[in-house]
T-cell receptor
Framework: EPEVTQTPSHQVTQMGQEVILRCVPI?????FYWYRQILGQKVEFLVS????????KSEIFDDQFSVERPDGSNFTLKIRSTKLEDSAMYFC?????????????FGPGTRLTVT | AQTVTQSQPEMSVQEAETVTLSCTYD???????LFWYKQPPSRQMILVIR??????QNATENRFSVNFQKAAKSFSLKISDSQLGDAAMYFC????????????FGTGTSLTVIP
C-alpha cells in the first residue's frame, strides 16, 4: 500500500540555522499538508498546498516558514532561522482531493530538535 | 477556531475487553466531520473511523464504533475485543465541511493493551 515518507526521522539543529524537512507524498495525490506537534500538545495545522501554491496557512506559518514542491515527488518544509520553540514533531500528509470523503494520509513524522 | 479535547492522556485495556476513548469538541458550525486516527509507535497515523455530523447513525468499522452526541459535542471511540495490535496513540480530529481543509486534532490518548 502506498505510504507517505518523511526524511530525516530525527533532525538536530542549532538555533538560527536553516532546516529543510522532506516529504514524499503518495504519487497520485494532489493536496499536501504540514502539521506539527510540540511535545505534549495538540497536532497543529501549518499549511496546505495545491497546484503549486499555498491554499491555506495557519498563524503559526509565518515568514520563517516556506514550502516547496521542487519536483514531481518531493514536498519540503523549510524553516529559515530555527528557534527553540520550533522543536516539535512535523508531520506531512497528502490527499487526492479536498473532499472530506478522502482521508489525509500521514507520514511517520520528523522530530526536529533545536538546541 | 474549533478546538478538540481528549481528556485521557493514557488508557489501558485487557486483551479481548472493551475500551472507550473520549473526545469532545467545540464549534459553532452545524456541518462538519469527525475522525479518529491511530498512530502505532514509530508509524504513520492511519484513519480508523469517520463520522458525518449530519448523520445521526453512529459509524462502525468492524471492532471500532463511535458514540456521536452532537448536542453534547462528544465523539467517543469504542474498541471492542481489544487486540495487542490496537496499542497506539489515538487522535480525535475535526474537519469543517465548509471552506478550508485542515484538521483540528486533540492531544491524543495513548492506549496500552495488556495481554
Amino acid at each position: 500500500e502506498p505510504e507517505v515518507t518523511q526524511t530525516p526521522s530525527h533532525q538536530v539543529t542549532q538555533m538560527g540555522q536553516e532546516v529543510i524537512l522532506r516529504c514524499v507524498p503518495i504519487s497520485n495525490h494532489l493536496y499536501f499538508y504540514w502539521y506539527r506537534q510540540i511535545l505534549g500538545q495538540k497536532v497543529e495545522f501549518l499549511v496546505s498546498f495545491y497546484n503549486n501554491e499555498i491554499s491555506e496557512k495557519s498563524e503559526i506559518f509565518d515568514d520563517q516558514f516556506s514550502v516547496e514542491r521542487p519536483d514531481g515527488s518531493n514536498f519540503t518544509l523549510k524553516i529559515r532561522s530555527t528557534k527553540l520553540e520550533d522543536s516539535a514533531m512535523y508531520f506531512c500528509a497528502s490527499s487526492d482531493t479536498d473532499s472530506w470523503l478522502y482521508e489525509q494520509y500521514f507520514g511517520p513524522g520528523t522530530r526536529l530538535t533545536v538546541t | 477556531a474549533q478546538t478538540v479535547t481528549q481528556s485521557q492522556p493514557e488508557m489501558s485495556v485487557q486483551e479481548a475487553e472493551t475500551v472507550t476513548l473520549s473526545c469532545t469538541y467545540d464549534t459553532s458550525e452545524s456541518d462538519y466531520y469527525l475522525f479518529w486516527y491511530k498512530q502505532p509507535p514509530s508509524r504513520q497515523m492511519i484513519l480508523v473511523i469517520r463520522q458525518e455530523a449530519y448523520k445521526q447513525q453512529n459509524a462502525t468499522e468492524n471492532r471500532f464504533s463511535v458514540n456521536f452526541q452532537k448536542a453534547a459535542k462528544s465523539f467517543s471511540l469504542k474498541i471492542s475485543d481489544s487486540q495487542l495490535g490496537d496499542a497506539a496513540m489515538y487522535f480525535c480530529a475535526y474537519r469543517s465541511a465548509g471552506t478550508g481543509n485542515q484538521f483540528y486534532f486533540g492531544t491524543g490518548t495513548s492506549l496500552t493493551v495488556i495481554p
